[in-house]
């Protein structure tokens, strides 16, 4: 499912979430852990300690109940949070039927 803009609401997670940021040449140049904050049906927001860019590609793995859901997406912005930390948002490229079932699960509402 791709997605042309965010119109999609977001629900408050407090989910585990990987992540690998790409460079121009699409080179892993970093990877970690966080947290999420948000997660909508278009992307999700994360609590990272570390600078991110925007515009970078990012592929990320949120631990969903039982499940992992694998996607790929682009930060959008990235705010200051608390102590230090920032709010990332990353906006999904895409997200498979699959892994949106996956996250309707947890999140019944994020379909709407």
Known sequence: MEFEGRESKRIGSQNFVSYRLYDAEDRVFEE???LTLDISRTGIGIRSDHDMEVGLKVEVVVAVGDDLVKTVGHIRNVKPY???TRHVGIEF???TDDE???LAQVYPDITQ
């Open 32 to 34: 970690g852990m966080a």
């Open 82 to 84: 608390d102590q230090g």
């Open 93 to 95: 490229d895409f997200l």
């Open 100 to 102: 949106l079932n996956k």
